[in-house]
Nanobody, 123 residues
Framework: QVQLVESGGGLVEAGGSLRLSCLTSGRSFSRNAMGWFRQAPGKEREFVAGIAWNGGDTWYRDSVKGRFTISRTNAKNTVYLQMNALKPEDTAVYYC????????????????WGQGTQVTVSS
């Protein structure tokens, strides 16, 4: 059974940091683009960041550029999202995703989803 399991969410004050992790299992995702999405209450799910299969290319939505960093360790079947300088508008459920493609941009149309982890940023 393929699984993407997120962890690391929580409550943090504005300006603080969190690191999300996504552990994959059930098959190897070392040849898949991976990424993160988020969904705030009452809003549509939106793309946050993507990373190519080998970590050689990354892609971010404009509002998180310079604050968030996506990375991966294929040997550990894990993708990370380091979030710094968090703002209240970053509050959302964050979802890990994977695409059956190599390039970072491919994760905009993912084939696999995690169950999500809540991130709440207080002002």
């Amino acid at each position: 059974q393929v699984q993407l399991v997120e962890s690391g969410g929580g409550l943090v004050e504005a300006g603080g940091s969190l690191r999300l992790s996504c552990l994959t299992s059930g098959r190897s995702f070392s040849r898949n683009a991976m990424g993160w999405f988020r969904q705030a209450p009452g809003k549509e799910r939106e793309f946050v960041a993507g990373i190519a299969w080998n970590g050689g290319d990354t892609w971010y939505r404009d509002s998180v550029k310079g604050r968030f960093t996506i990375s991966r360790t294929n040997a550990k079947n894990t993708v990370y999202l380091q979030m710094n300088a968090l703002k209240p508008e970053d509050t959302a459920v964050y979802y890990c995703a994977a695409a059956n493609a190599l390039r970072a941009v491919a994760v905009a149309a993912p084939d696999y989803w995690g169950q999500g982890t809540q991130v709440t940023v207080s002002s």
